[in-house]
């Protein structure tokens, strides 16, 4: 059974950073887009930043140039470096496998659409100032 499982989260202070791992245990990375998301207090869920089969990423506007997405397939992980943290990252971070038969590209990956098959728990992520 697939099921993603999120690490690193926590408490850092406004410009910290932080690195959230996903291990994906019985799933063939690569085959699919894989992705991170958050839900922030009183907002819905919200896309981050996917990154594809061929390994092209995508990133919300909000996170773009301080977020970096990545993947190790020999360690069945899936990773998100946080830098330059702001208070309004506060959120819990989400990861999803399997886009399948569609990559990040088809529909709207920052609204889920197509749906991913496999979400993890999350982990919780707070910046403070």
Same mark, same amino acid.
């Given at each position: 059974?697939?099921?993603?499982?999120?690490? =690193?989260? *926590?408490?850092v202070q406004v410009g =910290? @950073?932080?690195?959230?791992?996903?291990?994906?245990?019985?799933? $063939?990375?690569?085959?699919?887009?894989?992705?991170?998301? +958050?839900? +922030?207090?009183?907002?819905? +869920?919200?896309?981050?930043a996917v990154?594809?089969?061929? *390994?092209?990423?995508?990133? #919300?506007?909000?996170?773009?140039?301080?977020?970096?997405?990545?993947?190790? @397939?020999?360690?069945?992980?899936?990773?998100?470096?946080?830098?330059?943290?702001?208070?309004?990252?506060? #959120?819990? %971070?989400?990861?999803? #496998?399997? +886009? @399948?038969?569609?990559?990040? $590209?088809?529909?709207?990956?920052?609204?889920?659409?197509? =749906?991913?098959? %496999?979400?993890?728990? =999350? #982990?919780?992520?707070?910046?403070?100032?």
């Amino acid at each position: 059974q697939v099921q993603p499982v999120e690490s =690193g989260g *926590g408490s850092v202070q406004v410009g =910290g @950073s932080l690195k959230l791992t996903c291990v994906v245990s019985g799933y $063939n990375m690569g085959t699919s887009c894989m992705g991170w998301f +958050r839900r +922030r207090p009183g907002k819905g +869920r919200e896309g981050v930043a996917v990154i594809g089969s061929d *390994g092209d990423t995508d990133y #919300a506007v909000s996170v773009k140039g301080r977020f970096t997405i990545s993947q190790d @397939s020999a360690k069945s992980a899936l990773y998100l470096q946080m830098d330059s943290l702001k208070p309004d990252d506060t #959120a819990r %971070y989400y990861c999803a #496998a399997d +886009r @399948s038969p569609y990559d990040c $590209n088809a529909g709207s990956w920052y609204d889920a659409s197509p =749906g991913f098959k %496999y979400w993890g728990q =999350g #982990a919780q992520v707070t910046v403070s100032s």
